[in-house]
């Protein structure tokens, strides 16, 4: 029998880092500094570290299928895992405005492998088979819609995310934040949580979240936040921004900003801890940019192939081999066997059925009636 070993976390919820991070209580700032001491329980480091893997594994996987000629395009999360994974961890998970909202983009699959989307669900939706639940087999690869986590529809027209999550934060708002609204009974005041590109920003959409979630006396309870790869598919970021950080635009709005380095899970996961618990005291909005990789390129459409960016697993990789945390045996282990699982899945995908014409008008409606043209 094969030896597997696994890291992944036992209870869904992660356990609390041990170091406070300092942070002023409110208001906007230029950057958020996380103290050289802070650090995670070892336990909650390797859970990271796993689904990292797991992340990475799974979109080689997708890549590999495109290449192979059993879907049609590649887009995705590689070179993000240090900020999805930590993202995922620390979302309020659950269905309903009891529960955060996420508005997230198509680099979204370490996120939604640290909620718990199994892997063959996202080779589902990147082979447009019947049996995926995102989309029934009808959208892009990476698309991802999971009601049960409140996980909004993914849309391929860029940043329209940051005007939806305006939405649900209003609800949340009224519900959670203004007066006589009790905290639910978790203990967790809900949140929205939006991400997407840095060229994105670029679009109406960014400024209306930015407006909307810091009008005066009606702050919206928003994470906003922006994943600096400082490329636009192929137009660098230095060539079109005028600012220095995406985040300082908060500033101008009296939103509270943070700067984190999104490569390193440890500063990522200690500062989207603090930030969140920010806006579920406060029910106030921030705008955190992360500078993080992107590994193998925009999409499929420029190549899919390996880019000599850093590679956030490895560092974190070297970091917990050096201080003995894991074996170099046991992280090659750990590959495999993802390698494997994700293999294994793709078979199985390969053999399941795609959509139906007939069903194509399925779900798509004109105000409260279902689309079909033929039926009015
Ligand atoms: C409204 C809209 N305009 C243009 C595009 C084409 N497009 C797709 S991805 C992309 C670049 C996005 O870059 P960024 O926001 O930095 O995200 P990244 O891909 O780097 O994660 C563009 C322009 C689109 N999908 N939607
Ligand atoms: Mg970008």
Redesign the pocket.
Known sequence: MRKTTSLAPKSKRPLKASSKVPAKAAGARQSITISTKATLPKELQLSIYDLMIKSRVLEERLIKVYKTGDAYFWIGGAGEEAFGVPLGLLTHKGHGPEYDYLHL?Y?ATPTMIALGMPMIDSLRLMMNRVTDPSTGGRNFCNHYCFPQWNVVPVT????VQYGMAIGTAVAQRRRWYTAGGKTPASGKKSISIVS?????SA?GDFASSLIWASRPGFELPMLITV?N?K???STSYDTQHGEKNVADRGKAFGIRTAIVNGNDPIETYLALQTEIDYIRKTGKPVLAEFHLS?IYG?SSATGANREPDVCPIELFEKKLVDQKWIKPHETKELWKRYDEESREAAEQVRKEPVPTRESIWDNIYVGSENADWRKF
Do not use: V
């Open positions: 983009h680099r391929s027209p860029i940043e997407g590109g840095d060229a994105g679009e994943q790869n490329w636009g598919i992107r925009h």
